[in-house]
Nanobody
Framework: QVQLVESGGGLVQAGGSLRLSCAASLRISTFNAMAWYRQTPGKERELVATITNGGNTNYADSVKGRFTISRDDAKKSVYLQMNSLKPEDTAVYFC????????????WGQGTQVTVSS
């Protein structure tokens, strides 16, 4: 059973920073890619950033230059460093992991709330 546990969310003023962590229950090298998504009430879950097993990263246009995704295989963790936060970054942030063996297996964490006040 794969478990992903997020932490690090909270309340921060606009312009501030937060660092989200996602701890996996198994080696993250198992996964082809890991990602952070976010969701606000009434909207679809939005992809924020991805990092592949090879370390390649991609970001949504709305967070480029402000957010950085990284991984620490020894700690079985993925991080999202969020700088210059804006009120529109307010959302529940979810960790995502996927690997492909015969089919795509997708796993989600429970989410962590990030609130940015203006």
């Amino acid at each position: 059973q794969v478990q992903l546990v997020e932490s690090g969310g909270g309340l921060v003023q606009a312009g501030g920073s937060l660092r989200l962590s996602c701890a996996a229950s198994l080696r993250i090298s198992t996964f082809n890619a890991m990602a952070w998504y976010r969701q606000t009430p009434g909207k679809e879950r939005e992809l924020v950033a991805t990092i592949t097993n090879g370390g390649n990263t991609n970001y949504a246009d709305s967070v480029k230059g402000r957010f950085t995704i990284s991984r620490d295989d020894a700690k079985k963790s993925v991080y999202l460093q969020m700088n210059s936060l804006k009120p529109e970054d307010t959302a529940v942030y979810f960790c995502n992991a996927q690997y492909i063996i015969f089919k795509t297996h997708i796993y989600w964490g429970q989410g962590t709330q990030v609130t940015v006040s203006s």
